[in-house]
């Protein structure tokens, strides 16, 4: 009989070595074993709370877009009424030490990558662009004519993600650095 409260606990460790084995391993090569090996519980633990590796995949990706959807509305919370203000808060939450660091990077490249072929993740992804879109949007929206704001919402997502990409293939460069290409485009458009 499982302990009283365990399951929090425990959802949230092999979410974790989730993270930590697609960060190490790659999709591909994570397995039952090399996530349940990282939490130190046995593989049947795996199925009794996810019932299989690609449930255990999508609540690792909600898991993760939950976290970053708190980042992002914590900081918009504290950036105040301003476009401008609100845009960099965005920008920073997608670069931010905690969204940016190479396990999480390689975990998200994993699920982008597995998103075409996984309806549950594919999903995922859709509204985790939509959310993003709507955000930029918004902003931009007060700064920028509406056809310009579309235009601009597109080049800096596109941007993003892209920067993701590089640094998840060659690790070349870091968050603050991302950070400052992405908020580079952003001020030329703006001043444009």
Not at 6 to 31: K, V
Not at 74 to 97: K, M, T
């Amino acid at each position: 009989m499982p302990k009283v409260g365990m399951e929090p606990i425990r959802r949230r460790q092999l979410i974790d070595a989730t993270i930590a084995s697609m960060g190490e391993h790659g999709l591909a090569d994570t397995t039952v074993q090399t996530i349940s090996r990282g939490a130190g519980v046995s593989p049947g633990i795996i199925h009794h709370y996810f019932g299989g590796k690609d449930e255990l995949l999508a609540a690792t990706m909600r898991s993760m877009l939950v976290q970053l959807r708190s980042d992002v509305t914590e900081r918009l919370a504290a950036a105040g009424p301003s476009p401008r203000a609100r845009l960099e808060a965005i920008v920073d939450c997608n670069f931010a030490a905690g969204q940016f660091e190479p396990r999480v990077v390689a975990a998200w490249l994993g699920f982008w990558a597995q998103a075409p072929h996984n309806p549950a993740l594919s999903r995922l992804q859709r509204i985790n662009a939509r959310r993003l879109h709507s955000n930029l949007r918004h902003s931009l929206r007060a700064l920028l004519p509406p056809d310009r704001a579309e235009r601009v919402t597109m080049g800096l997502a596109a941007l993003i993600d892209g920067l993701w990409l590089r640094f998840a293939l060659t690790g070349a460069m870091d968050g603050s650095e991302a950070r400052a290409v992405a908020l580079g485009y952003l001020d030329a458009e703006l001043g444009a």
